[in-house]
C-alpha cells in the first residue's frame, strides 16, 4: 500500500451553469512532503465547510486501482492525478478491504478511516457532466476519509501501514452498500449504528432506518 500523489488546492470560483460557484475540488499533485493537519494538508482546504471538511473529513482517499474503470467509462477524459478532488491517490487496496476505524502511519501521520465519500454537485463541475454524481455512487468506487490522530509530514512513495485493524469488521463498501439499501441486512444496520468509529450523522441515519424498519 503505498501514496503515490499527493494532491491539494485552494477553493476558487468558476462558473458552473451560469452562476458563480465557490469549490475547493480542483487539487493539483505536490513534489514535496507536505504537513497533515487536524483539518487539511498544507496548502488545501474547502470551500463549503458546512458540508466539506472538519475533523471526520480532513484527508480525502482515492484508489488508483479505480482510474482504468474511470478511463473506460470516460474516454474523451483526461485523467489527471487530483481529478476526483482526493487529497491522497493510493494503491494497494480498496474499499471492500479497508474497515470503518482501521489506523494508519503514512509518513509522521497518523490517520484512521471514519466514513465513504457521498459525492455534491461540485464533483460534476470538476468533470464538466452533470450525470457525474449519479454515475460515481453507482460505481460504489467513493474512495474514503481519514481523521487525523496525529499531525505528521507525508509525501509520495510512503507506504501505508496498518497500526490497527478495526474489529468490528464493517468496510468503507458495507457503509456505502446501507446508505444506498443496496442490500437488505438489519444485522448489519444495527451493527453500523453503534460503530464509535462512524461520524454521528451517519449513525444518526442508520438509527434513522432501524426506526423506520421497526415501525412497518
Partial sequence: ??????????PREVTWKGKPVRTGIFKEPVNARVMVRELNLDGDAQADLTVHGGLDKAVYV?????????????????????????????TGFQEEEINIGDRFKIGSAELMVTQPRLPCYKLGIRFERSDMVKRFLASRRTGFYFRVLQEGEVGVGDTLELMSRDTNNITVADITQLYVRERNNPELLHRAAQLEALPESWRDYFQEQIRRQDVR
Fill in 62 to 90: 482515492y484508489p488508483f486501482e479505480h482510474y482504468d474503470y474511470w478511463r473506460d467509462e470516460l474516454p474523451d477524459t483526461e485523467f489527471t492525478l487530483g481529478i476526483f478532488g482526493e487529497n491522497f491517490t493510493v
Fill in 1 to 10: 500500500m503505498k501514496l503515490i500523489s499527493v494532491n491539494v488546492g485552494l
